[in-house]
């Protein structure tokens, strides 16, 4: 089962921040948070991911709360492109089920004129 | 680099056929992995492969379903024979050992229909 919690479906303007938040209450130590996203007809795409501080990259920024039991993803000028599922997954860096990716059912987020 | 190659992009096939999947993952990736994704079920992994080896098939469905890897560039995942609960979107996805971020590159998927 998926150990995250995310909102089915958001809307977003275009050209604004999209915010997209995740809850993973029952996240362990050494468990790292991943976001992809999946394209229409595409398959599941990387964006980023972080253990305890702040992420950013050419794609999103990934803020994790203290308690690390919850976090947000943010598009920070969102285009028509950037519509897609979202899934926020937790995994072990190492060790046994590092390799695995367990999806969710995500958050559809839907880029708006 | 291509990327990840999936083949055929759609197929349709009767009932009680076999169907074969082809994959071709990226050049010097250590680990392959087959998805099934339906609307009822999300994105669910099938098995995983270390170089080479199975490690967990633990999602394979069930004996129908089965999945080799001769070889660092190629695998397939086959199912004999096909029923209709079958159809879904089927990924391969390829990753590092040693990568930085563990990422799993997918391909396109293929489309599988079965009447």
């Known amino acids: 089962d998926a150990k995250t919690t995310q909102p089915p479906s958001m809307d977003c303007a275009e050209g604004r921040a999209a915010n997209l938040p995740c809850n993973h209450s029952t996240i362990s130590g050494n468990e790292y948070v991943y976001w992809y996203r999946q394209i229409h007809s595409q398959g599941p795409q990387y964006i980023i991911h972080?253990?305890?501080n702040n992420e950013t990259n050419e794609m999103a920024s990934l803020i994790i709360t203290e308690d690390r039991k919850s976090s947000t993803l943010i598009l920070p000028h969102a285009t028509l492109r950037d519509t897609a599922v979202y899934y926020c997954?937790?995994?072990?860096?190492?060790?046994?089920?590092?390799?695995?990716?367990?999806f969710g059912k995500g958050t559809k987020l839907s880029v708006i004129p | 680099d291509a990327g990840v190659i999936q083949s055929p992009r759609h197929e349709v096939t009767e009932m009680g056929q076999e169907v074969t999947l082809r994959c071709k993952p990226i050049?010097?990736?250590?680990?392959l992995f087959w998805y099934r994704q339906t609307m009822m079920r999300g994105l669910e992994l099938l098995i995983y492969f270390n170089n080479n080896v199975p490690i967990d098939d633990s999602g394979m469905p069930e004996d129908r379903f089965s999945a080799k890897m001769p070889n660092a560039s190629f695998s397939t995942l086959k199912i004999q024979p096909s029923e209709p609960r079958d159809s879904a979107v089927y990924f391969c996805a390829s990753s590092l050992l040693a990568g930085l971020y563990n990422e799993q590159f997918f391909g396109p998927g293929t489309r599988l229909t079965v009447l």
């Open positions: 972080g253990l305890k």
């Open positions: 997954i937790v995994r072990p860096y190492s060790g046994a089920g590092s390799y695995q990716l367990t």
């Open positions: 050049s010097g990736h250590d680990y």
